[in-house]
Each structure stands twice: as structure tokens, then as C-alpha cells.
């Protein structure tokens, strides 16, 4: 959308200049994480350290994807700055990090707006913002369980650890299934230990698919917690009032 008037011209609606702003605010703290994948110190994935053992093969603590992101992120946001002080008459203050980067552009979100070409900047930011965050937190690796390996899981008899590593490995809907759960479970007469004889140090041990079936069956409860209030906002008022005004 272009407006014009005496004083101000924007080339984005309301609307993407919100959603630019959002996308901005979240960029320090992305681009912090981003670091620490980069360097392998992210605790999602398999930690890449070196062995003790000396090997011309070790593997470096580093990420090419994720470093290959962070550049790209940082260039883009280099690329929107110069853009907006060659157009607007600005110089740069703000420190050179990508953080730094992103939070001048929100501070100058009016000049960004009124930037020629800045229609594409949202949906440009936005996929690499999506890229950082794929590599950030990629998606799990979907668990493929054999049912006739689950059958026979069903009958066996553990106490509740080893059924909760079990149900780990199950997957979905499984994950949720605690060492709490199963001894609420238990206290709610909705499962209960398998006839001795036992030890009395011993832990109770059950069969697996009777507590596998009550977890399913009685669903968890989830706890009531007072409203979570909106957290302020940072308004746009002067872009709200040039909108208003035209």
C-alpha cells in the first residue's frame, strides 16, 4: 500500500508493518541461538566434541548450515539498513551484529517504511527467520515401532522406570507417560502391581499394556492457572496517526 500526504509516504499497510516489527524483536535472541549452534553448543542433537583419542578425523565444533544461516540473516538485514540510510539521509549508529542490526531497523521502522521496495522485506525476513529456526530446533525424527514388538512389549512386567523408558521409545502418545503419572494412576485405582512375591525393597512392577492402556484412557488434567495477561505492546503510534490522519 502507498500513502501519501504532506509529510509521509509508506509502501506497507498496518498490518506487514506489525509483522515486521514482530519479526525484528525476535531476531537478537535468534540470532544469539543461532551462535550457539553454530558452535555445537546448542542442547538439541547429538553434541559434536571431540574424542579423547587423537585423530587427524576429529569432528570440529562447528555447524556449516547453521553458520551458512546466520550469514544469510546478517546480510539481509545489512542489505535493508543501506537501503533505508541511502534513501532516508541516515547514518548507522547502531552496533554491527545482527542484533544490533535488527534492533536499529525497528527503532527506524518509519524510515523502513517508507522505503522504496520494502513490500518485499517482511516475506524475505520471514523465510530466513524460518530457516534459523529449522535449524535451531529441527523436527524430530518420527519413531517407527514394529507392532509385533509392541505386543510383545504389552506383557511384559517392569516397574515404573523402565515403563517409562519404555514408553519414550513408543513415541507419541507415550511421551507423557512419568514415574508422577503412573503412581497417579495407581493411587486412582486405575492400575495396580503384579502379585508378588517380592522383596519389600523391591519396586512394584506392572504389566506394560495395562498401564499403557490407562494412560490412554484416562486423559491428563490439565491445570487451571489464571489467564495470562497480555503482555504490553510497543505501539506504532506515529505510523498509527499518519494512517489515521490520510
Known sequence: MRREDDSIQLYLDHAAVRDLAQQLREIPSLAEDLEDTVACRTRLGDPNLRLNARSSDQPLPFSPAAAKVRD?????????????????????????????????????????????????????????????????????????????????????????????????????????????????????????????????????QYVVGEVLDAHLAHPIRKRKTASMSQGSRQPLLRIEQSIALS
Open 72 to 204: 544469510r540473516l546478517h546480510s539481509i538485514l545489512v542489505s535493508w539498513v543501506r537501503l533505508v540510510c541511502e534513501q532516508r539521509g541516515l547514518e548507522y549508529s547502531g552496533d554491527p551484529s545482527t542484533a544490533g542490526l535488527a534492533r536499529w531497523l525497528d527503532r527506524n521502522l518509519i524510515a523502513l517504511a517508507m522505503t522504496e521496495g520494502v513490500e518485499t522485506a517482511p516475506a524475505e525476513i520471514r523465510s530466513v527467520i524460518e530457516a534459523a529456526l529449522l535449524i535451531i530446533c529441527p523436527p524430530l525424527a518420527p519413531i517407527v515401532v514394529d507392532v509385533n514388538q509392541i505386543e510383545a512389549a504389552r506383557r511384559v512386567r517392569l516397574n515404573a522406570s523402565g515403563i517409562v523408558t519404555l514408553a519414550k521409545e513408543l513415541g507419541e502418545p507415550f511421551r507423557t507417560v512419568t514415574v508422577r503419572r503412573i503412581q497417579v494412576l495407581r493411587d486412582a485405582g486405575k492400575i495396580s502391581p503384579t502379585p508378588g512375591p517380592w522383596a519389600m525393597s523391591w519396586p512394584e
